[in-house]
């Protein structure tokens, strides 16, 4: 079947400028996940979403940034006004529900490399 | 707290030969512990994942990891490398926090695999 799918595959924009990144879980993960990969570095937490509960935001790096998911399933990560050191890949990945003692495991996409200029 | 150190940024073998990349973890409570791979321009794949049963783990394409908690560490072997084992390598940890599982995620290992 489908695994998460992520758009575009690669951006660049010029510094200042807003920049929408979209995630398409996989069918029936009600969990979603944003990551951010800056190079040499491993995978930054920045938001989660989990059916219709309120988003963890806690990982979001600045008020520049925001997420949001429509109808429990596609998501749109926002960076406003970017800025040079937002470069990196951003991640999503779903999972199913809320993991009870064990863990679900976390499909991920293939990314989003975003350039500022 | 919870944290992970990947010793090595870099790991290069010869195809054929075992591969050893380490992982130290801290943990405040047993801790869930998996690897990663991410080949270029593809998703991260679970590679494998201790979850608190047995201390040796089995993945995928021949990947083991083995979990010793007195020495803090999970680290990934496979007895004999090949060419398409050469990719990035994220050992990652999981606490729970707000009601869900939360990952941390290493640095990261490259493996060079070379003929």
């Known amino acids: 079947g489908a695994g998460v799918s992520q758009s575009p595959s690669n951006k660049v924009t010029e510094k200042g400028k807003d920049v929408e990144l979209r995630c398409d879980p996989i069918s029936g993960h009600t969990a979603l996940y944003w990551y951010r990969q800056s190079l040499g570095q491993g995978l930054e937490f920045l938001i989660y979403f989990q059916g219709n509960s309120a988003p963890d935001k806690s990982g979001l790096p600045s008020d520049r940034f925001s997420a949001e998911r429509t109808g429990g399933s596609v998501s749109t990560l926002t960076i406003q006004r970017t800025q040079q050191e937002d470069s990196a890949v951003y991640l999503c990945a779903s999972s199913w529900g809320r993991s009870v003692g064990s863990y679900n495991e976390q499909f991920f996409g293939p990314g989003t490399r975003l350039t500022v200029l | 707290a919870q944290s992970v150190t990947q010793l090595d940024s870099h790991v290069s073998v010869s195809e054929g030969t075992p591969v050893l990349l380490r992982c130290n973890y801290s943990?405040?409570?047993?801790?869930?512990l998996f690897w990663y791979v991410q080949h270029p321009n593809k998703g991260l794949q679970l590679l494998l994942k201790?979850?608190?049963?047995?201390?040796l783990v089995k993945g995928i394409n021949g990947f083991e990891a083995e979990f010793k908690k007195s020495e803090t560490s999970f680290h990934l072997t496979k007895p004999s490398a090949h060419m398409s084992d050469a990719a990035e390598y994220f050992c990652v940890v999981t606490y729970r926090s707000g009601g869900y599982n939360k990952l941390i995620f290493g640095a990261g290992t490259r493996l060079a695999v070379h003929p």
């Open positions: 201790y979850t608190s049963a047995a201390t």
């Open positions: 943990s405040s409570y047993s801790p869930s």
